[in-house]
């Protein structure tokens, strides 16, 4: 009786052990997949300070713990940011808003990231213009047929073309909003010509 309880612990106590290595391995992979998403935010972000790394990077881990992405996640959205050219002390206000976003239109993070900063570039806007307009066009996913991200879509293909033509990008999204059934490609492409 004495060995098969021996035997008993000693296999609780391997099973204990397994699913603790296998927690850690966990939190190794994680933190291994932030750093590197972290190196390549150094690569593209011009920071003003050495601090400024280690600053959002704090901002970065904060922001994991009230929105529901990831670390590295969030880090991959910086580092696209710095890509596109947005000044390091906007990148943590920008990531935290493409993952907002993200979450509203059921897009990825990464996806509402790349197009947050198409558009700031496109119609030469802001960081609260183009927030601005992501409420819109969540506005009109919630009230019209068309889903925000198709919404979305549109706006981004056509671009600054509606400048062109006097039209805001606000009203190149009611105008995509208002039209059903149809890709968002096609729409773009109606809306082009």
Do not use: C, H, W
């Not at 590197?36 to 972000?45: C, F, L, N, Q, R």
């Not at 927030?131 to 600054?160: C, F, H, R, W």
Request: glycine share 10%; hydrophobic share 50%; no cysteine.
């Amino acid at each position: 009786d004495a060995l098969d309880g021996i035997k008993t612990i000693g296999a609780a106590a391997g099973i204990a052990l397994g699913a603790v290595g296998f927690a850690l391995k966990g939190a190794v992979d994680e933190a291994i997949k932030f750093e590197s998403a972290m190196a390549d935010v150094k690569k593209v972000v011009n920071f003003d300070s050495p601090q400024g790394l280690a600053n959002m990077r704090q901002d970065l881990l904060d922001l994991s713990t009230q929105i529901p992405i990831t670390a590295d996640g969030l880090a991959q959205i910086a580092a696209a940011a710095g890509q596109s050219g947005i000044a390091a002390n906007e990148i943590t206000k920008f990531t935290e808003a493409a993952a907002k976003m993200g979450t509203a239109f059921d897009i990825s993070a990464q996806e509402a990231g790349q197009a947050m900063a198409e558009m700031r570039t496109a119609f030469k806007m802001s960081q609260t213009d183009v927030e601005a307009l992501a409420d819109k066009i969540n506005y009109l996913g919630n009230t019209s047929p068309n889903s925000a991200a198709k919404i979305m879509k549109i706006v981004q293909t056509v671009g600054p073309l509606g400048e062109l033509a006097g039209v805001s990008a606000a009203q190149i999204a009611a105008m995509g909003a208002s039209v059903n059934s149809l890709t968002p490609e096609v729409v773009a492409t109606g809306l082009k010509n």
